[in-house]
């Protein structure tokens, strides 16, 4: 599926993050994995980001998730926004089924339940 800057927007406001203010800045990249989708993002809506552009990062979210968690981070400075790069970035499957274990106490199947 492809995601548009509004689509990111209406996620993270579902969430109750408003990124109305950026939606011409939005530097992202989605990824498909099985039956997952991953955001990677740059966090420059961040108030510290315009005056210190060095501690921008990139963030990662399942967008598989009922809320707005960041996964993980990189700095901006350098970050390759290769698929094959962010591929390498996400979590091991195994840890996302141990993720999910110990916060739902079940087995994860694709993003859902058994």
Request: aromatic share 14%.
């Amino acid at each position: 599926m492809i995601y548009t800057p509004e689509d990111i927007i209406q996620w993270f406001g579902e969430r109750g993050v408003q990124l109305d203010l950026y939606k011409d800045g939005l530097v992202y990249e989605t990824i498909e994995r099985e039956d997952e989708t991953w955001l990677f993002i740059l966090d420059n809506c961040q108030e510290y980001s315009p005056r210190f552009p060095a501690n921008q990062e990139v963030e990662l979210y399942s967008m598989d998730s009922n809320c707005c968690e960041c996964w993980d981070g990189w700095r901006h400075s350098g970050f390759d926004w290769s698929r094959s790069n962010l591929e390498s970035l996400l979590p091991p499957l195994e840890v996302l089924e141990e993720t999910y274990q110990e916060s739902y106490g079940q087995h994860r199947t694709h993003g859902g339940t058994i």
